[in-house]
């Protein structure tokens, strides 16, 4: 990983997403076709957001986009996306080059054949993500990708429908490699808003328990690991646990996940339940239901920065004192500085980053 990517200082690449999708049967032919779809999403998430569409999220809500029939009245536009392979590779971190674009330019042929599983009038029904995709090239190398979404999927990806989003941030999609890794991370984030609450601890949240059956069904290895049940828990869910919990250090992002397995039976041999335990730093800035997109991106901000200087703080805790005598030395001709002011905590943290973590 380009150690570069947690040293940005812009604002990551994120998408607010119902928890519908985050937790549907996502069938795809590789990661890659996976990172792709993420990334469109996020740029009609930015439309919506920004109202650059002709109608709302709040009028197509109305209109139950689930049902193709309500479709003679939405603006195809809103639903297209473009955008060219630099900026799809920025967003998610990723490194440039041939054998990359070669590989989009090969999934791009098949993306129409990408679907997600949703429940519609008590009935799964599979619905492709795209209704048209393209992609323009120079002397055969793909340069910008197009895509027209299948409103039915953006109205369950975007349209509140009174429950709880998933914050997905890009950088995090484009580190992982697996996967199965993808959607873990995806599905845990869908259950965020149990942090602290519910009988979880400060700054913890659990998933559902889930069988083994459901849990292959949602990861799409259902024919695999058949007899073989150590290799499933082993491939399917603990490496890219560890695999997650690595990325999200290496990015400074603040989540940890631990599998949980509960058994029982003849010997306590059968397991009987499998869920995620996710764990994180306390935020100062409580994330509420009502809270508008905007406000909401806001907030993640300023808790990353708390949650980002309590790190620095546990970091360099044995020689704090020594710190905070440079940065009073520093500003000794400042006649406005004090110890004892509010910018004080600011201007040592600001030491840091400029003089030890660089």
Not at 37 to 47: A, P, V, Y
Not at 245 to 268: F, P, S
């Amino acid at each position: 990983m380009d150690k570069s990517i947690k040293k940005k200082e812009k604002k990551e690449k994120t998408i607010n997403q119902s928890n519908t999708i985050s937790r549907a049967v996502i069938k795809l032919s590789s990661a890659t076709a996976y990172k792709i779809i993420k990334f469109g999403t996020h740029k009609l998430d930015m439309k919506f957001r920004f109202e650059k569409t002709k109608l709302s999220l709040k009028e197509y809500k109305e209109m139950n986009l689930l049902d193709k029939t309500n479709w003679k009245n939405i603006d195809w536009d809103d639903f297209s996306c473009r955008f060219s392979i630099s900026e799809f590779y920025e967003a998610l971190g990723l490194s440039d080059g041939g054998k990359q674009r070669d590989e989009i330019k090969k999934m791009v042929t098949d993306i129409v054949k990408e679907t997600v599983v949703l429940e519609y009038e008590n009935k799964d029904k599979v619905f492709p993500w795209f209704i048209e995709a393209e992609y323009e090239h120079d002397n055969n190398t793909v340069k910008n990708l197009s895509f027209i979404f299948n409103p039915g999927v953006i109205g369950a990806a975007l349209v509140n429908n009174g429950e709880y989003y998933s914050h997905i941030e890009l950088l995090v999609i484009g580190q992982i490699k697996s996967f199965y890794g993808l959607r873990i991370y995806e599905l845990v984030k869908s259950f965020y808003n149990k942090k602290s609450r519910y009988g979880n601890e400060k700054g913890t949240w659990k998933t559902d328990w889930y069988s083994v059956d459901e849990l292959k069904k949602f990861l799409q290895c259902e024919m695999s690991y058949v007899g073989r049940l150590d290799n499933f828990l082993t491939k399917a869910l603990k490496n890219p646990v560890e695999e997650i919990n690595q990325v999200c250090k290496e990015l400074d992002m603040n989540i940890h996940i631990e599998l949980e397995i509960k058994r029982g039976g003849k010997g306590g041999r059968q397991i009987q339940g499998i869920r995620f335990v996710c764990s994180e730093l306390a935020t100062e800035f409580k994330i509420n239901k009502t809270d508008s997109k905007l406000l909401i991106d806001e907030k993640r901000e300023l808790n990353k920065e708390i949650i980002s200087n309590e790190k620095l703080k546990e970091k360099y805790k044995d020689i704090w004192a020594e710190i905070e005598a440079k940065v009073i030395e520093q500003n000794k001709d400042n006649p406005i500085f004090r110890k004892d002011g509010i910018f004080f905590d600011s201007c040592v943290f600001n030491y840091i980053r400029e003089n030890l973590e660089k």
